[in-house]
């Protein structure tokens, strides 16, 4: 993925808050909302995403981006994507990923997925959290489950699912929390995002159905 896939992007997440399968500020025209398009556009461009931490220090951290088509279709026009998001010593995040809503239907969200898993960036991903109570919440649940994911914890509005296989401290980490804890989740809105600045990381892209990724 690159920036020029931002307008497409763009329009699957805006949709998909709409929908209530992303953060529903997502789809207002807010500041930061902006802010956070404009870091995803730095996150394409040099492949980190920008976001504040806890303590309110901005932190830039490895985001790579793909972008999915069909087998048969047309590289110039993908028709959907995703991004991933570093976890540090715990590998990525399936972080944001969508197919362009003309194109359901047809068995490209289980092809797109199975691709971004095949990735460098997929291969290390061991956690997915889906909203709940989106549109298509229930059927990417389904998929996640299919491809060797299962629910580890849910809260208010959010489903975790930790990958088979994955290092026990990530698996430890999407756990529940101990009954009787004084431990509070961390919050599942999409982080606040800082201003970008410059980076540098390198993309690929998944060719289509069942093939392998190649670099730009």
């Known amino acids: 993925a690159h920036a020029g896939h931002l307008a497409f992007i763009h329009t699957i997440i805006r949709h998909g808050a709409i929908e209530g399968s992303f953060d529903p500020e997502l789809a207002l025209n807010s500041s930061e909302t902006e802010l956070f398009f404009a870091n995803l556009r730095q996150a394409l ?20 981006g ?28 399936l972080w944001l990923t969508g197919v362009d809503p003309q194109w359901r239907g047809r068995g490209h969200a289980r092809a797109m997925l199975s691709a971004l898993l095949a990735t ?10 889906v909203k709940q109570g989106g549109a298509g919440s229930a059927a990417m649940q389904h998929l996640l489950e299919s491809l060797g994911f299962a629910a580890t914890r849910d809260t208010t509005s959010t489903r975790w699912f930790v990958r088979a296989g994955a290092p ?9 929390f101990a009954p009787n804890t004084t431990a509070t989740p961390p919050p599942m809105r999409t982080p606040r995002a800082a201003r970008p600045r410059p ?4 993309f690929a892209k998944p060719a289509g159905r069942g093939s392998r990724a190649e670099p730009e």
Do not use: N
């Open 45 to 64: 461009l040099g492949g980190r995403f920008v976001e504040v931490a806890q303590d309110g220090t901005p932190t830039a951290v490895p985001a790579p």
């Open 66 to 93: 793909y972008v999915y088509w069909p087998a048969d279709g047309d590289r110039e026009h993908p028709i959907g994507f995703g991004l991933f998001k570093s976890m540090g010593d715990l590998g990525y995040e």
């Open 120 to 129: 460098p960036a997929g291969q290390l991903a061991h956690v997915v959290r």
């Open 168 to 176: 026990p401290e990530t698996s430890k980490h999407a756990m529940p």
């Open 199 to 202: 980076s540098s990381a390198t």
